[in-house]
């Protein structure tokens, strides 16, 4: 079942309905990192590149679709993100996992050509508690900041790169396909970089895979944690700043992975 992941949001949030995907962009390998990235080192050659994000307000506008009218309205939201910190540049890949983790979720290259093997692409398959550990783990081996998955509001912040619509693009999904790998252009996970970046400067923030974050709701019995983004298997709605899934700490999948945060403060480049 497609998109097996999404829950029942629709009766509050209103469908953009575009089935138009625009252009599509050929993959092209991982971009080299740029002046102003962190990059850090990890064992055996791998490097990983993160992003500032300066502290604001995160403001959006979401239309909401009332129940009893059918009538549509914007609920506008403000919440303040006091503290700039490092995000992932692109989503966590299967080189990065493996040289920190020294395991891996994913079939081997000389197993199954079907799987998603190569270093480039995404980790996944992926729990929270799987994912949390790889970020406690990669603050001991730095020590040099904390490493943690970034809360929703932090992620979002982040991928809305100023603007208050539901895409960072604007309102349409009619050009989502220029950004993301998502239900309408691919059947799998794709390497990560290979499309166009948002304003700040992240890859696939939207598709690809969904992205765990710090926060979520739940009981001890069945903890939940919100995954953000969407991936390679979802309507425009989920591949959007404002689209979200509670999903069961437990989970795995091959459309799930995460983006690591690097708490800040701004270390100044040499």
Known sequence: MRCFWCILLAFCILSCGNKSTGPVIEP????????????????????????????????????????????????????????????????????QWEKVMLTSHWPRRDEDEDGFPELDYPAYNISWPEARDFAEKLTDLQDDGIYRLPTSDEWEYASRAGATTR???????????????????????????????????????????????????????????????????????????TGFVPAATASRSPQLGVRILREGPKVVQP
């Not at 064992?43 to 300066?54: L, N, Q, S, T």
């Not at 739940?218 to 995954?227: D, L, M």
């Open 28 to 95: 092209e390998p991982i971009p080299n990192h740029e002046a102003g990235d962190l990059v850090i080192d990890l064992p055996g050659g791998a490097k990983m590149a993160f992003i500032w994000v300066e502290p604001g307000t995160l403001r959006s506008e979401t239309p909401m679709r009332d129940l009893f009218t059918g009538e549509i309205f914007y609920a506008i939201g403000t919440m303040e993100i006091p503290n700039g910190y490092y995000l992932g540049k692109y989503e966590l890949t299967q080189q």
């Open 167 to 241: 895409y960072f693009f604007g309102s349409s999904s009619d050009s989502l396909s220029n950004y993301a790998w998502w239900g309408k252009n691919v059947d799998s996970a794709q390497i990560v970089g290979t499309k166009l970046p948002n304003p700040w400067g992240f890859y696939d923030i939207y598709g690809n895979v969904w992205e765990w974050t710090q926060s979520g709701r739940g009981s001890r019995i069945n903890p939940t944690r919100y995954i953000k983004g969407g991936s390679y298997d979802t309507w425009a709605l989920d591949a959007s700043s």
